[in-house]
């Protein structure tokens, strides 16, 4: 069985499409018949936008998970909310649940009028919420934050899906391997370099490469020179783009 990866929002989008490219994150996993959300990107409207292209409708996301509080990741929640009659489950940290204050930005934003609909489960620990499919116990990211990331348990091991490894990607790895025993053969999604440089690019390389991660697609807070510098390293063959319309998928 198979199971795909989808990016429905990102700052970059395949070219030649209507897809929305905007600074944001959100990933579609689609495993033995779940439709899981992770992330919402900054804007729900374009958010909406580019699942409306991609023929995925709100109604169909059976779970979201929330990798942490900066409003690129949490603020398509409301929109979502809106576009759906049946309740949703949204599983957080609860320092990734907030609200549009002066004093705090960040977070997730749920009207009063939308409340009902939003069933919030706290991540504590390691979650199994779906077969094959795990969300990892939350880590510690600086400015009462935390942060999470999923995993995909293929045929040929786990696979990292991640907002932005705050963390840093070589404790995101070690942590994979605590709980599953082996070093994770892909990763899909951030892996926090913006603008810094190319020796970050290289520290980075060295993980993957140490570590046999041999499948990446990455994108968001990677960045457009983020990405060139390690696919440079580590090979064309090996680092690809993972904009809005990309699609990866796994035996599991």
């Given at each position: 069985m198979e199971a795909k990866i989808t990016s429905v929002y990102d700052e970059g989008a395949i070219e030649r499409t209507p897809l929305i490219g905007a600074k944001g994150f959100a990933v579609l996993i689609e495993a033995r018949g779940q439709k899981i959300l992770f992330d919402t990107g900054m804007r729900g409207r374009y958010l909406?936008?580019?699942?409306?292209?991609?023929?995925?409708?709100?109604?169909?996301?059976?779970?979201?998970?929330?990798?942490?509080?900066?409003?690129?990741?949490?603020?398509?929640?409301?929109?979502?909310?809106?576009?759906?009659?049946?309740?949703?489950?949204?599983?957080a940290h609860p320092s990734a649940v907030g609200g549009k204050t002066l004093f705090r930005p960040k977070g997730i934003f749920i009207p009063k009028d939308q409340a009902g609909k939003a069933d919030i489960i706290e991540i504590n620990d390691w979650i199994e919420i779906a077969d094959k499919v795990f969300i990892s116990s939350p880590m510690e990211i600086g400015g009462g934050l935390t942060e999470v990331f999923m995993?995909?348990?293929?045929?040929?091991?786990?696979?990292?899906?991640?907002?932005?490894?705050?963390?840093?990607?070589?404790?995101?790895?070690?942590?994979?391997?605590?709980?599953?025993?082996?070093?994770?053969y892909g990763y899909i999604g951030g892996v926090h370099m913006g603008k810094k440089d190319r020796k970050k690019a290289e520290e980075i390389a060295a993980i993957f490469e140490v570590k046999n991660c041999r499948v990446m697609y990455l994108n968001h807070c990677t960045g457009v020179n983020g990405i060139m510098y390690i696919r440079t390293i580590l090979g064309l063959d090996e680092v690809k783009n993972f904009y809005v319309g990309t699609s990866v998928s796994f035996d599991i």
């Open positions: 909406l936008y580019n699942m409306s292209f991609l023929e995925v409708k709100p109604e169909e996301i059976d779970k979201v998970v929330i990798s942490h509080g900066h409003t690129s990741h949490t603020g398509g929640v409301d929109d979502l909310l809106r576009n759906r009659e049946k309740p949703l489950t949204i599983y995993v995909l348990l293929t045929r040929k091991g786990p696979v990292v899906i991640s907002a932005c490894s705050h963390a840093g990607v070589d404790t995101v790895m070690e942590a994979v391997k605590s709980r599953f025993g082996t070093y994770p």
